[in-house]
């Protein structure tokens, strides 16, 4: 029930963000298919890519796929990669996508992530990245209790699940060259959706 809860919530977030059956989309931190199967069949001159660190993960997104009635043919592309190696996407990206990765990892990786979606995202490209937010007044140092779905547990400074304070997080955007924007329709009931997109001068100049 929450795998279909989730897909449903993640579908429906990228067709009223503008998802449409031409979309070249990669989902980063793909995870076993849970996005991969509901959008792959919606694709007609589009094509989708999945990346995840994990090789198992990905051979058992394969099979996913299979049980799903999507056959090897379908126009989709899922690779491991370490480090966001995204060498194998070989068309621009016009959306990016990340549900529950940047939560777990550190600055260090998150910006990594960001500068290598800067190399295959098409020039109006979107990312859309979710994250716990630290909200403001709450201490950095301290632990954060979260609720998801009657789940109890915490986010920290210094390990995973990771909170950041949204300006930080800004800041690290604008380092690696993109605005980023909090979302309030996307429906998680602990993570913040960010929209991480080019300044204008660098999209219609860049």
């Known amino acids: 029930r929450i795998w279909a809860e989730h897909q449903q919530m993640q579908l429906l977030f990228l067709q009223r963000r503008g998802f449409a059956s031409s979309s070249t989309v ?32 990905i051979s058992f997104g394969e099979e996913v796929l299979r049980e799903a009635g999507i056959p090897e043919q379908s126009p989709y592309t899922l690779f491991a990669s370490d480090q966001f190696d995204l060498s194998l996407v070989d068309r621009p990206v016009e959306i990016a996508f990340s549900n529950s990765l940047f939560s777990h990892l550190t600055l260090n990786s998150i910006f990594t992530a960001l500068l290598q979606l800067q190399e295959v995202l098409a020039p109006s490209g979107v990312i859309y990245a979710t994250f716990f937010a630290l909200e403001p007044g709450r201490p950095w140092l301290k632990s954060h209790p979260r609720n998801k779905w009657e789940h109890q547990f915490e986010t920290y400074p210094h390990q995973d699940p990771y909170h950041y304070p949204i300006p930080l997080l800004r800041d690290l955007a604008r380092q690696a060259g993109f605005r980023l924007d909090v979302l309030d329709d996307f429906g998680h009931p602990t993570q913040t959706m960010g929209r991480f997109r080019r300044p204008r001068r660098q999209r219609w100049f860049g």
């Open 26 to 57: 990669l989902d980063l931190g793909c995870g076993p298919m849970r996005l991969g199967s509901a959008l792959i069949p919606l694709l007609n001159d589009g094509w989708y890519f999945g990346q995840d660190i994990n090789p198992s993960t």
